[in-house]
């Protein structure tokens, strides 16, 4: 088919539209990638990708190996080796699960091998939790996983095909966790766009391993035993790959934008109603709906509040979002998860807010909330109080010295 003949077919292609929840949504996109290696253990709340995925193998609709592990950690070493022989793969899972295979996970990095995975955001037991929480994906935050949240099942979907894109760019090859908050997106139905093949093919190239494929054939060596001889200079390298991701990341979106029409400019976060705004508050993942709420409610009273979306954890765009932030009288940080001991008893995000900002010639006071664990909802009025204390910071001009627990029971 010439190029002539091949446009005319994408443009004539249309979307559909299904009604199905977050891992739904990364199961289709497994299908629309052409994905041959999937692997399996259940855990709630990532297990309803499995179960979709199986359903759509069953009634012959996709063409995969599925492969059901007896462990998450073997689930993750069975993807981890199908990427290192040239095959596509995608795993994932939850909370302690996630934990249970860190073995696994801590070394694809250094491997570079671009696994992608999805991740059902759910607290670490014990106590026994299937709710939301962010440490679990947030563990492996400084290993050289790429991590990106969403917060809708067609972020979900897009997002998955634009990781397998980005991870498998020969300047990257390394890992992606995809977070997907445990029942708020796990398993809420939606109406989500799914694209044509014809449009996937011709924005995700076959992944290619070139010369660093695993193969009787190419005698390579993968995980060496290099102690202190070249460990430095491995790490420097997947250093190096995590900085190229930066410029990957944004070429696969403005390629996104064209194929698909759809996605912002900025990949990396999302701003709401913050151009004129005087404090914003921010946060990652589905908290954004009461946050939003609230927000339109407050713009009808007059009164200038915002939000940021942090959508990519790592790569952090640390320079426009520290420039953006700049501009604010204060700036309120939702964790939905904790850092014990750190620095203001924070979160993990607002820390990493503080360390954004202080490069910036001018510094609001960063005002840091811990809220909704264990899948515990943020709800209308948290959100009003969480405003309201970060507008009382904006006046006093201080930071807070301590973190504030909204919603918690005396």
Request: aromatic share 8%; net charge negative.
């Given at each position: ?8 077919v ?19 996109a ?14 709630r ?28 950690h ?45 991740v059902?955001?759910r ?12 440490n ?125 029409g ?101 510094r ?46 005396a």
């Open positions: 088919m010439d190029a002539d003949a091949a446009t005319a994408r443009v004539a292609a249309a979307e559909q539209e299904a009604l199905i929840s977050g891992s739904e949504a990364v199961a289709v497994t299908k629309l990638a052409d994905v041959d290696v999937l692997t399996a253990y259940p855990i709340p990532y297990d309803t990708l499995m179960q979709y995925v199986a359903k759509q193998i069953a009634n012959g609709e996709q063409d995969a190996e599925y492969i059901v592990a007896e462990s998450e073997s689930q993750f070493e069975i993807a981890k080796h199908a990427e290192a022989v040239g095959a596509r793969a995608m795993c994932g899972s939850s909370g302690v699960g996630w934990c249970y295979a860190f073995e696994a996970i801590a070394v694809t990095p250094a491997l570079r091998l671009p696994l992608v995975a999805m059902g955001n607290a670490l037991d014990d106590p026994g939790a299937f709710g939301t929480e962010h679990d994906a947030l563990a492996a935050r400084d290993l050289g996983w790429m991590h990106v949240w969403v917060d809708t099942a067609q972020e979900a979907l897009d997002t998955t095909l634009i990781a397998y894109r980005v991870a498998e760019d020969r300047r990257v090859f390394l890992p992606c966790a995809i977070s997907t908050d445990g029942a708020f997106l796990t398993h809420s139905q939606t109406l989500v766009k799914i694209p044509p093949q014809v449009w996937v093919d011709e924005f995700l190239p076959p992944y290619n391993r070139g010369d660093l494929r695993l193969h009787p054939d190419n005698p390579i060596t993968i995980a060496p035993q290099v102690n202190e001889d070249w460990l430095m200079e491995i790490r420097r390298q997947t250093d190096e790959a995590m900085r190229n991701a930066r410029g990957v990341i944004e070429e696969a979106y403005r390629d996104f934008r064209r194929i698909f759809r996605g912002d400019g900025n990949p990396f976060f999302e701003e709401y109603q913050t151009d004129d705004a005087e404090i914003v508050l921010l946060g990652m993942g589905t908290l954004s709906m009461p946050v939003k709420v609230v927000i339109r409610k407050l713009r009808e009273q007059g009164q200038k509040v915002g939000f940021v979306r942090v959508r990519w954890f790592r790569p952090f765009d640390y320079e426009r979002l520290g420039q953006l932030l700049s501009r604010f009288a204060a700036v309120g940080v939702i964790d939905r998860d904790f850092s014990m001991g750190s620095p203001f008893n924070s979160g993990v995000l607002a820390n990493e807010i503080r360390s954004v900002l202080y490069a910036q010639d001018r609001p006071p960063v005002v840091s909330f811990i809220a909704g664990l264990g899948g515990r909802e943020v709800t209308i009025p948290a959100v009003k109080e969480m405003i309201e204390q970060t507008r009382k910071a904006a006046e006093s001009g201080k930071t807070p010295m301590d973190t504030q627990w909204i919603g918690v029971r």
